[in-house]
């Protein structure tokens, strides 16, 4: 019978659906109330070790909507990282490891161009018993404006030196989480794992500005009349996650072989988290989709993938763990496989035999002739 449950850096976890860091995870609470749905692992929203520099606004979420349905298919947020204070957040992330000790709190973790800061959150936060760690790389807005988040991740040097530090503090298994606002996202992938981390996530959202009031003539989501680009998620991404992570999950094949890959990017059903352990990921993230469905959503998705694996056969996720990375290739290839295509099936249209059974009793004279040269 097909099973769900899976293994990733040592990690075992009943399911690769995880919560991917954001609103969904931002307390004890909610965190707790992930586990008791049944999600894999919960990541929690983005921790620092000075929470008093960050500070919100609101609105900070601007959503995109079809226009029949209005079905959410794009998100834009500004929101920062967590604006808790860190004390709590040790003592809550302790709290939830008597609560739950199966359960697997994975935690994200930012910090400044600062080696002395990242040892200290990676071995302060460790004690506390998580699973593991995530390292954000990736928030495109407001941070980088303090050279943190997407502003380390785009540059592979500084994103390698940081995770050599932090490979060097952490005990348990480590992944960085890889922005997608870079021209190859694949080069930041090979950065953070040639400096030793255990996985890469991906992607981050993408920088976007939703839109244009017709009437204010304001760019939206407007704070005071004002706003800044920020990130992309939900649906609409998830064609650009797909692509980005095919091209980490090369990556891993080719160079990394025993490095592991989360995937995250507009994820709403288990046919979707498919459709990423298809293109090599080994856990799937959801964040937007647990703010539009709620914790709940967990339990479709599990079915749905369930489903999957049974229509196919496949008895493990392993089975089916980057399956779909075989088709991809290069346009000159297309090119040449589509001319063959088109010979092999100009040569039937003929009546050419090409194998020895294609032979027919009524056409057999007419076969031999095109055959034959006088
Ligand atoms: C409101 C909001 C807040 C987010 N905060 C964080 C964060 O603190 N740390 C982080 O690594 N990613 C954060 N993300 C990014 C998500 O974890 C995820 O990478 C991205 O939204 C794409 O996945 P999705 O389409 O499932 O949301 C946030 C996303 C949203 C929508």
Redesign the pocket.
């Known amino acids: 019978m097909a099973t769900l449950a899976t293994t990733v850096n040592g990690i075992s976890l009943p399911n690769p659906f995880v919560i991917?860091?954001?609103?969904p995870g931002t307390n004890a609470n909610v965190i707790g109330k992930a586990l008791d749905e049944g999600w894999g692992a919960v990541i929690i929203?983005?921790i620092s070790l000075d929470s008093a520099k960050v500070v919100n606004v609101a609105p900070r979420?601007a959503r995109l909507r079809t226009e029949k349905s209005k079905e959410i298919i794009g998100?834009q947020?500004i929101?920062l990282?967590?604006d808790r204070p860190f004390n709590v957040w040790i003592d809550e992330l302790k709290q939830l490891k008597d609560k739950y000790p199966d359960g697997k709190v994975i935690a994200?973790i930012m910090e400044e161009y600062n080696k002395d800061a990242w040892t200290e959150i990676v071995e302060r936060v460790q004690a506390t018993g998580v699973a593991g760690f995530?390292l954000?790389f990736?928030?495109p807005h407001g941070l980088p404006e303090r050279k943190m988040g997407a502003a380390m991740g785009q540059d592979c040097n500084i994103m390698g030196e940081v995770c050599q530090w932090v490979m060097s503090a952490a005990k348990v298994p480590v992944w960085a989480?890889l922005t997608p606002n870079v021209t190859s996202i694949a080069e930041g992938a090979a950065a953070a794992l040639k400096a030793g981390c255990n996985g890469v996530s991906a992607?981050?959202?993408i920088l976007c500005v939703m839109g244009v009031d017709l009437e204010t003539l304001r760019p939206e989501p407007t704070v005071e009349g004002y706003t800044v680009p920020g990130?992309y998620?939900?649906i609409a991404?998830k064609p650009i996650a797909l692509r980005m992570v095919k091209d980490c999950a090369e990556v891993i094949r080719d160079k990394y072989p025993n490095r592991t890959l989360s995937a995250?990017?507009?994820?709403e059903t288990g046919n979707d988290a498919a459709e990423f352990i298809l293109l090599g990921a080994d856990t799937v993230?959801?964040?937007?989709?647990v703010?539009k469905m709620g914790y709940g959503c967990v339990r479709k998705m599990k079915d749905e993938l369930l489903g999957f694996m049974e229509r196919h056969k496949f008895e493990t996720i392993n089975q089916f763990k980057g399956h779909s990375l075989q088709y991809f290739t290069t346009h000159a290839d297309l090119v040449r496989r589509q001319s063959e295509a088109k010979a092999a099936a100009a040569a039937k249209v003929k009546g050419l035999v090409g194998k020895d059974g294609e032979w027919k009793g009524d056409e057999f004279v007419k076969q031999t002739e095109s055959l034959a040269r006088d």
């Open positions: 991917g860091s954001g609103p929203k983005t979420y998100w947020n929101e990282i967590s994200s995530e954000n990736s928030c989480k992607i981050n959202t990130g998620s939900c991404v995250i990017g507009g994820v993230q959801v964040c937007t989709g703010m």
